[in-house]
């Protein structure tokens, strides 16, 4: 059975917070006044842009559209269909981006797996990127959700130690790079939030009978934590709004669980030297946890690592009769299902490990057919008819 919420919510009427906060302060002034002093360039948030609200009542802009997209290379290599439901996503709410060539990892993984780095170098990848952003007239959307909770990280250092700035502007100059901050740091999973009554505007397949769990990454929200989006309306604002907006919006109920804390079990250094603990913990800790007390019919997550652990983890558990069994994706797949998108051109869900298909037949998608649809697309690529799929082949 879910867990009861109401315990755990304060009543809206009593949810107090804002500028006074003193968890609060507002990082813009320093960023600013920073430029002011020529120590860096701010890239501007560009219009249109929505404001949001974040934990202890700054506003933050969400810009809508001219965005320089920040892939992920956990995306990229193990859940292709996450970054395509994103671009689709975009793609067909008709707003314009850049897919870049020249973007580098952010070395995340070497930051927080093995502290072998240092924080000049880090910082200088990390404004490395914001400058290639910053030349292509683009504005950064970063796509994973450890590259986004690093950055927040490395802004914070650089606004406060006038050393590391100088460290960082002259690695930068070898390079033949600007000092350019972003005047947000974006993730994808805030624009989702931003954009998700157009989003809803859109979609064809209802998801009224789609219960959901969410698992809100580390990453995102307990790195730099203020600058994580809250929302009154979603649990009291007691816990992150993006993915549980996203999915109330599209009609799908969210049900709660006990463990909606714990990390997925990723972990970075346990993935690398402790596999086991970390597929135990993903299965044991987090996915038992939600069949026994919300029995979803998805998981839903914002974070390359916690979809890949949710999702691959299981196998192990169910070889051993675990309790286990539930589908796993990004809420940007889940939209762009919504939406229309295909489950295989688009969202790519053959990627997946966890049984997704009783979930497509729920949400009213004969997968079989998709999945005719799709070898036939492959075919006429192993034969060079086409060479690539095109929009006109996925839109």
């Known amino acids: 059975m879910p867990i009861p919420v109401e315990a755990l919510l304060k009543k809206k009427e009593h949810f107090d917070r ?10 813009h002034h320093e960023l600013f006044e920073l430029e002011k ?45 996450y970054s395509t439901s994103i671009f689709w996503v975009m793609r067909k709410l008709g707003y314009d981006y850049n897919d870049p060539r020249d973007q580098t990892s952010c070395t995340a993984w070497n930051y927080y797996a093995s502290a072998t780095s240092n924080a000049a170098a880090q910082a200088a990848v990390a404004m490395r990127n914001f400058a290639a952003a910053y030349e292509s007239g683009y504005f950064p ?12 990280e490395v802004r914070e250092e650089l606004l406060h130690h006038g050393e590391l700035r100088a460290q960082v502007r002259e690695i930068l100059g070898k390079l033949g790079k600007q000092m350019v901050m972003p005047e947000e740091i974006v993730h994808y999973s805030e624009w989702f939030y931003a954009m998700r009554h157009e989003i809803a505007a859109l979609q064809v397949r209802d998801f009224s009978g789609i219960a ?18 809250y929302d ?10 993006i993915v549980t907006g996203v999915a109330e919006a599209l009609g799908a109920e969210v049900r709660n669980y006990s463990t909606w804390f714990d990390c997925c079990g990723f972990g970075f250094r346990h993935i690398l030297v402790q596999r086991d603990f970390t ?5 044991l800790r987090k996915i038992e946890r939600m069949k026994e007390e919300a029995d979803p019919d998805v998981v839903l997550t914002h974070d390359t690592g916690c979809v890949t652990t949710l999702d691959k983890s299981q196998f192990a558990a169910m070889a051993h009769g675990r309790n286990v069994g539930v589908p796993v994706m990004s809420e940007a797949q889940f939209a762009a299902l919504a939406m229309g998108a295909h489950p295989y051109k688009v ?45 006109d082949d996925v839109g």
């Open 347 to 391: 969202c790519q869900l053959h990627w997946h490990s966890a049984d997704y298909r009783p979930l497509l037949e729920k949400m009213g998608i004969d997968w079989e057919a998709a999945w005719a649809e799709f070898q036939q697309d492959l075919k006429r690529l192993e034969t060079g008819e086409k060479q690539y799929l095109t929009w």
């Open 37 to 81: 002093q020529g120590e860096w360039i701010v890239s501007r948030v560009p219009e249109p842009w929505v404001p949001v609200e974040t934990k202890y009542g700054v506003t933050k802009k969400i810009p809508k559209a001219h965005l320089w997209h920040h892939k992920s290379c956990g995306q990229c290599g193990h859940i292709p269909g």
């Open 212 to 229: 959901a769990t969410v698992h809100p990454a580390c990453h995102y929200y307990k790195l730099v934590e203020g600058d994580a989006i």
């Open 232 to 241: 009154p309306d979603v649990y009291g604002g007691q816990r992150t709004a």
């Open 141 to 152: 959307l970063i796509h994973c959700g450890t590259s986004y909770g690093h950055y927040k």
């Open 279 to 283: 597929r135990s913990f993903a299965t």
């Open 18 to 27: 804002g500028p006074h906060d003193p968890r609060s302060e507002d990082f």
